[in-house]
């Protein structure tokens, strides 16, 4: 098992950045596929992106690419979200989720998660 928790959100302007951190706790960070998703007031829970257990290969949903970056530091058993250039609809919750697998976008897949944190991006 592994157990999730998530910082950094807040409330920020349109334009401006936010870093999300996941530390991990538990099993073998390394061995983790982690990811973040979001979910907006009234809306399904989104892939947003995704860093591979093994060589650190990541994926993005096009509305955030060129604009997130995720990243890991497995001596620190911690996932990062850096978010630049932000705009009103990417406020959501925020949620970091493992899987013992590869990369994938669906929800179902994942195994494991935090509690989320929120972002919110004021006009």
């Known amino acids: 098992q592994v157990q999730l928790v998530e910082s950094g959100g807040g409330l920020v302007q349109a334009g401006g950045s936010l870093r999300l951190s996941c530390a991990a706790s538990?099993?073998?960070?390394?061995?983790?596929?982690m990811a973040w998703f979001r979910q907006a007031p009234g809306k399904g829970r989104e892939f947003v992106a995704a860093?591979?257990?093994?060589?650190?290969?990541?994926g993005y949903v096009d509305s955030v690419k060129g604009r997130f970056t995720i990243s890991r530091d497995n001596a620190k058993n911690t996932v990062y979200l850096q978010m630049n250039s932000l705009k009103p609809e990417d406020t959501a919750v925020y949620y970091c989720?493992?899987?013992?697998?590869?990369?994938?976008?669906?929800?179902?897949?994942?195994?494991?998660w935090g509690q989320g944190t929120q972002v919110t991006v004021s006009s």
């Open positions: 989720a493992a899987r013992e697998g590869l990369v994938v976008v669906s929800t179902t897949a994942y195994a494991y």
């Open positions: 538990g099993r073998t960070f390394s061995s983790y596929t």
């Open positions: 860093i591979s257990r093994m060589y650190g290969n990541t």
